[in-house]
């Protein structure tokens, strides 16, 4: 494993989940919020963001934490191992209820200066619809690139603390 994506719903648990699976790899995490926010949340603008990924996931090894679908096929072309973090729509709110509340008004670490923690109405209703519109299509993504990937599907904090304990057994 030395180009490694993970992927989910926010709230899901990627973050944690790299930084996580760093500890027991010692890959470079690239937070990808860190990347496309600039202060204050204003957005990077397209073209250059599709430049930063490149650069980014030409590096020879990297934990990539994110989803930015419009990035994928990059990433895909070059990652060797994909984590899909397939957790429960009650769990990924409750997560980030919990993240807001614990961080509101000051910025996450994964997060980039001047982007202080918010409520975010359009972002509560993305992660409740994400895996009514998009969790089908990434399942069937992801068993498409099984041949040449390595794909790994968690469900739940047990199957990602038992992973993780394996990789440490090795």
């Known amino acids: 494993m030395q180009r490694i994506m993970a992927i989910g719903c926010a709230g899901a648990g990627k973050s944690t989940f790299s930084l996580k699976l760093h500890e027991v790899i010692s890959r470079d995490v690239i937070h990808f919020d860190q990347y496309y926010w600039k202060p204050y949340w204003v957005e990077t603008e397209p073209a250059q963001w599709l430049e930063v990924v490149t650069k980014l996931a030409d590096r020879p090894e990297w934990i990539m934490d994110g989803n930015y679908g419009d990035t994928f096929d990059i ?10 973090l397939d957790c429960p ?81 090795r």
């Open 75 to 84: 990433r895909l072309e070059r990652a060797d191992t994909v984590f899909y």
């Open 89 to 169: 729509t009650w769990k990924c709110l409750w997560r980030i209820t919990r993240r807001i509340l614990k961080y509101y008004g000051r910025v996450r670490p994964d997060m980039p200066e001047g982007c202080r923690e918010r409520f975010d109405w359009p972002f509560y209703h993305y992660v409740l619809t994400y895996n009514l519109r998009r969790r089908r299509k990434m399942l069937e993504l992801l068993n498409s690139l099984e041949d040449r990937k390595r794909i790994v599907i968690l469900n739940s904090s047990r199957q990602i603390d038992s992973f993780l304990q394996s990789l440490h057994s």
